[in-house]
């Protein structure tokens, strides 16, 4: 069965853009995760949907937001790129988040110049 | 910030031999699952082991998870250099209620490098 996808795998953007990923999680799962990654700070937890409904939260800017759609499929979105913003932005579909088997697709390497 | 640290931060071996690594945590967890990330890819799962079990094995990998010292650890056995990678540990957090938060919490990694 296919896994996460995730797309584009890499992009560059310029400070003050906005961007936009994309995942779209295995079949039948509902709940969908974000994580960052950087070297400093590590894997850090943006957000979670489930249902379509945002259900927690990580502590990051209102620039970082995200949507669900009725087929579970996910994106993240931020606005007013930042050089911080460099990371590898991973996301996580699962039945349960948290409860084990969270599956994580390859991500995609974003870097902002 | 983190939640958990693990310990060593770089590990470098031999083929053949063993690899250990060790998590610690803060709060109380419903599970523990360990992870591993190639040259900053996605991660994958390797093992989850819930609060109340003690150990877990899947093939090479043993898991243990103390949690009155609120610490786990990870071993490979018979290490291969394909296992070289960074390892994460992840925690599952409960609230007051009881209800998991939904999220992962993972410490900062240990890299693991084995050598042919």
């Known amino acids: 069965k296919a896994g996460v996808t995730q797309t584009p795998r890499y992009l560059i953007k310029t400070r003050g853009q906005q961007v936009t990923l994309s995942c779209s999680p295995i079949?039948?799962?509902?709940?969908v995760s974000w994580y960052q990654q950087t070297p400093g700070q590590g894997l850090q937890f943006l957000f979670e949907?489930?249902?379509?409904?945002?259900?927690n939260k990580g502590n990051f800017p209102g620039r970082f937001s995200g949507r669900q759609f009725s087929n579970s499929r996910s994106e993240m979105n931020v606005s007013t790129l930042e050089l911080g913003d460099s990371a590898l932005y991973l996301c996580?579909?699962?039945?349960?988040?948290?409860?084990?088997?969270?599956?994580f697709g390859s991500g995609t390497r974003l870097t902002v110049v | 910030s983190q939640q958990g640290e693990e310990d060593p931060q770089a590990l470098s071996i031999q083929e053949g031999e063993n690899a250990t690594m060790n998590c610690s945590y803060k709060?109380?967890?419903?599970?523990l699952q360990w992870y591993r990330q190639n040259s900053g890819r996605g991660l994958v799962h390797l093992i989850l082991?819930?609060?109340?079990?003690r150990e877990k094995h899947s093939g090479r990998l043993r898991v243990t998870l103390d949690t009155s010292k609120k610490s786990s650890s990870l071993l490979i056995t018979a290490s291969r250099a394909a296992d070289t990678a960074s390892y994460f540990c992840?925690?599952?957090?409960?609230?007051?209620?009881?209800?998991?938060?939904?999220?992962?919490?993972f410490g900062q990694g240990t890299i693991l490098t084995v050598h042919p």
């Open positions: 996580a579909s699962s039945w349960v988040a948290g409860a084990g088997g969270d599956t």
């Open positions: 079949s039948g799962h509902r709940s």
């Open positions: 949907y489930f249902s379509e409904t945002q259900r």
């Open positions: 709060t109380s967890i419903n599970n």
């Open positions: 082991i819930r609060s109340n079990e």
């Open positions: 992840a925690t599952s957090l409960l609230d007051a209620g009881g209800t998991s938060y939904g999220k992962l919490t």
